[in-house]
């Protein structure tokens, strides 16, 4: 399955953003689609993720202020962020797998990565 992202760029702390993924190819690898995140110098982390029957898991620091959505039809997945902060900074990385997973070494399915900009 083929994944691009889209929708990030700049915002104040506080302010709000929302990030898209659009998948082609191979809809039976999205049972899970996931979004992750890398800042400078970090690690690769889980954000949040939709499986297909709408169940949801989110990082404990985006909880509250993140909502994930799916569109099984429209095969996408959403990132509503609110309440941006600077440690929000990083790449934004959508990912898919069939099975349920919040570790970045058990996707093989990504999307190019979107930045996500947040200023104090």
């Known amino acids: 399955v083929n994944l691009v992202e889209s929708g990030g760029g700049f915002v104040q702390a506080g302010g709000s953003l929302k990030l898209s993924c659009a998948a082609s190819?191979?809809?039976?690898?999205?049972?899970?689609m996931t979004w992750f995140r890398q800042a400078p110098g970090k690690e690769r982390e889980f954000v949040a993720l939709v499986t297909r029957s709408d169940m949801t898991d989110y990082a404990d620091s985006v909880k509250g202020r993140f909502t994930v959505s799916r569109d099984d039809a429209e095969k996408t997945m959403t990132l509503d962020m609110s309440d941006l902060k600077p440690e929000d900074t990083a790449i934004y990385y959508c990912?898919?797998?069939?099975?349920?997973?919040?570790?970045?070494?058990?996707?093989?399915?990504w999307g190019q990565g979107i930045q996500v900009t947040v200023s104090s």
């Open positions: 190819g191979s809809w039976l690898d999205t049972a899970v």
């Open positions: 990912a898919a797998s069939q099975v349920w997973t919040n570790r970045p070494g058990d996707y093989s399915n």
